[in-house]
C-alpha cells in the first residue's frame, strides 16, 4: 500500500469523526440536555434546588450580556467598608415610587464561590463604579484577592516598553 493512501484514509477519519462529533453536540447532545432537563424538573424536591441552579448558571453564562454589566464597589455589610458588586438591572419601578429615588439592583456575590451572596438594592450615587472588566472582577473574587486586574487610569496610556537590549552571542 502507498504511504499516501494511509494519509488519505487519516485525513477520512478526521473529517468523519469529526462530522460525528459535531451533530452530536448539536442534534443529539441537545436532545440529551433536554430530556435530562425535563426529568429533572419533574422529580419534587429536586426540581426547585435543578432550577435555581439552572438560573444561576445562567446568569453566570456568557450568552447572558445583561447579567453583569459594571463592576462596583459599594459601602458593605457596614459605612467605611467596601465589597466588590456587580449591577445587574437598573430599572425597578415599583421601588423607586416607594423610595422616591433611583436605586439599582447590586450583587455582591461572596468569596470564593461568586454563585453565593446578596442582592442589594442601592442608591446609585452611593456607588463607586470601577473600570474593571466584569471577567476581571469575577477573577478578584474567586482568587479571595490574590489575583490583581491591571489598572491604568482613565485618559492615560501604560507607559511604553523599553525594546529588548540584544547583545551579542558568544562575546
Given at each position: 500500500m502507498y504511504w499516501y493512501w494511509s494519509l488519505v484514509a487519516l485525513g477520512l477519519?478526521?473529517?468523519?469523526?469529526?462530522?460525528?462529533?459535531?451533530?452530536?453536540?448539536?442534534?443529539?447532545?441537545?436532545?440529551?440536555?433536554?430530556?435530562?432537563?425535563?426529568?429533572?424538573?419533574?422529580?419534587?424536591?429536586?426540581?426547585?434546588?435543578?432550577?435555581?441552579?439552572?438560573?444561576?448558571?445562567?446568569?453566570?453564562?456568557?450568552?447572558?450580556?445583561?447579567?453583569?454589566?459594571?463592576?462596583?464597589?459599594?459601602?458593605?455589610?457596614?459605612?467605611?467598608?467596601?465589597?466588590l458588586g456587580f449591577i445587574t438591572s437598573e430599572q425597578h419601578a415599583e421601588v423607586q415610587a416607594k423610595l422616591g429615588e433611583k436605586v439599582v439592583c447590586v450583587f455582591v456575590p461572596t468569596t470564593p464561590n461568586p454563585t453565593g451572596g446578596f442582592l442589594l438594592l442601592v442608591p446609585e450615587e452611593k456607588l463607586t463604579k470601577l473600570d474593571m472588566s466584569v471577567a476581571d472582577g469575577i477573577k478578584y473574587i474567586i482568587?479571595?484577592?490574590?489575583?490583581?486586574?491591571?489598572?491604568?487610569?482613565?485618559?492615560?496610556?501604560?507607559?511604553?516598553?523599553?525594546?529588548?537590549?540584544?547583545?551579542?552571542?558568544?562575546?
Amino acid at each position: 500500500m502507498y504511504w499516501y493512501w494511509s494519509l488519505v484514509a487519516l485525513g477520512l477519519a478526521i473529517v468523519l469523526i469529526g462530522l460525528v462529533g459535531l451533530l452530536a453536540r448539536n442534534y443529539f447532545g441537545n436532545r440529551i440536555i433536554k430530556w435530562v432537563d425535563t426529568n429533572m424538573l419533574r422529580v419534587p424536591l429536586l426540581n426547585k434546588i435543578y432550577s435555581a441552579t439552572k438560573q444561576i448558571n445562567d446568569a453566570f453564562s456568557s450568552s447572558n450580556k445583561n447579567a453583569f454589566r459594571t463592576v462596583v464597589l459599594v459601602e458593605f455589610p457596614r459605612p467605611g467598608v467596601y465589597a466588590l458588586g456587580f449591577i445587574t438591572s437598573e430599572q425597578h419601578a415599583e421601588v423607586q415610587a416607594k423610595l422616591g429615588e433611583k436605586v439599582v439592583c447590586v450583587f455582591v456575590p461572596t468569596t470564593p464561590n461568586p454563585t453565593g451572596g446578596f442582592l442589594l438594592l442601592v442608591p446609585e450615587e452611593k456607588l463607586t463604579k470601577l473600570d474593571m472588566s466584569v471577567a476581571d472582577g469575577i477573577k478578584y473574587i474567586i482568587s479571595l484577592g490574590s489575583i490583581l486586574p491591571e489598572y491604568t487610569p482613565a485618559g492615560r496610556n501604560p507607559a511604553p516598553m523599553p525594546p529588548p537590549r540584544l547583545e551579542p552571542v558568544g562575546s
